[in-house]
């Protein structure tokens, strides 16, 4: 599985970003997906996940943004809106990927692909 995430920079508070996640190389049809946040000294934690079996998305309180799924097994694109920056928003975001999976899932240990992260940065 391949994950190549692009789209993060540089904003002022209130800003907004997109991040895009491009996954590809996996095949079937149910796969768990998601974006996850690590901020400077905390545990890395999910913002927004994909559930392919029931076709839903889930997203944890402080996510200020929708995740939108697109494409089929040939590859898909998980997009994540960063809307309302705040400073502490300010983190590294990954993409992770599990083929095979069709359940939603926020559990990081679950996740056996993984992008290489896109830092976002919020000034004040």
């Known amino acids: 599985v391949q994950l190549v995430e692009s789209g993060g920079g540089s904003v002022q508070t209130g800003g907004s970003l997109e991040l895009s996640c491009a996954a590809s190389g996996f095949t079937g049809d149910e796969y768990a997906i998601g974006w996850f946040l690590q901020a400077p000294g905390k545990e890395r934690e999910a913002i927004s996940w994909?559930?392919?079996?029931?076709?839903?998305?889930s997203y944890i309180p402080r996510a200020k943004g929708r995740l939108v799924i697109a494409g089929d097994n040939a590859g898909i694109t998980a997009t994540l809106a960063l809307n309302n920056q705040e400073p502490e928003d300010t983190a590294v975001y990954y993409c992770?990927?599990?083929?095979?999976?069709?359940?939603?899932?926020?559990?990081?240990?679950?996740?056996?692909?993984w992008g290489q992260g896109v830092q976002v940065t919020v000034s004040s």
């Open positions: 994909y559930d392919t079996r029931n076709g839903t998305y």
């Open positions: 992770p990927f599990k083929g095979d999976w069709g359940f939603a899932c926020d559990q990081l240990n679950v996740y056996d692909n």
